[in-house]
T-cell receptor, first 114, second 116 residues
Framework: EADIYQTPRYLVIGTGKKITLECSQTMGHDKMYWYQQDPGMELHLIHYSYGVNSTEKGDLSSESTVSRIRTEHFPLTLESARPSHTSQYLC?????????????FGNGTRLTVT | AQTVTQSQPEMSVQEAETVTLSCTYDTSESDYYLFWYKQPPSRQMILVIRQEAYKQQNATENRFSVNFQKAAKSFSLKISDSQLGDAAMYFCAYRSARTGGFKTIFGAGTRLFVKA
């Protein structure tokens, strides 16, 4: 049973549309992350947050933006979707303090931009 | 920069047999954490096992164990008594103890097939 929830699970959208991928967690974790993963490939960190009002860009350049107004909520927004944004987006969280705290993942959003 | 390499894109194992997935990493740091994650088809990615670099003893979780060779920078995963439910993508991951725990670096993954 997932403690971290992503919606929608699948999204097909036309080029130029604005979209927001939702991510919420009920574990009270301070750290949250967005990863981009092409099917069967490695994960690339695109955004992360240490806590409320803290957001940083990850290693992979992304045209998306994130916000962290509440501890439990970490939405990702694409202002103008393009076919190159087609991918799977995974949200994750981890407990603060302990370096060996694992990442807890949501089920992912599979985005297709036509 | 740290890197994680999984040299086996795919592996196959017979049910009830044992399989070992390879992982090597590159780092100049001495303190870090290593993880194996499992991603079943269309399902949530979950932690399989983790290892602290300062611990010499290999981690074990039921049928899953690791062979951690710090000098060789090797971190292989052994799955004993393989089950059909073990079929998944397996990702090896590295996290520096220095970076406050935000940056986990993943390998490209190994797809494991389990034959009945």
């Amino acid at each position: 049973e997932a403690d971290i929830y992503q919606t929608p699970r699948y999204l097909v959208i036309g080029t130029g549309k604005k979209i927001t991928l939702e991510c919420s967690q009920t574990m009270g974790h301070d750290k949250m992350y967005w990863y981009q993963q092409d099917p069967g490939m490695e994960l690339h960190l695109i955004h992360y947050s240490y806590g409320v009002n803290s957001t940083e860009k990850g290693d992979l350049s992304s045209e998306s933006t994130v916000s962290r107004i509440r501890t439990e909520h970490f939405p990702l927004t694409l202002e103008s979707a393009r076919p190159s944004h087609t991918s799977q987006y995974l949200c994750a969280s981890s407990d603060r303090g302990l370096g060996n705290s694992p990442l807890h993942f949501g089920n992912g959003t599979r985005l297709t931009v036509t | 920069a740290q890197t994680v390499t999984q040299s086996q894109p795919e592996m196959s194992v017979q049910e009830a047999e044992t399989v070992t997935l390879s992982c090597t990493y590159d780092t100049s740091e001495s303190d870090y954490y290593l993880f194996w994650y499992k991603q079943p088809p269309s399902r949530q990615m979950i932690l399989v096992i983790r290892q602290e670099a300062y611990k010499q003893q290999n981690a074990t979780e039921n049928r899953f164990s690791v062979n951690f060779q710090k000098a060789a920078k090797s971190f292989s995963l052994k799955i004993s008594d393989s089950q059909l439910g073990d079929a998944a993508m397996y990702f090896c991951a590295y996290r520096s103890a220095r970076t406050g725990g935000f940056k986990t670096i993943f390998g490209a993954g190994t797809r494991l097939f389990v034959k009945a």
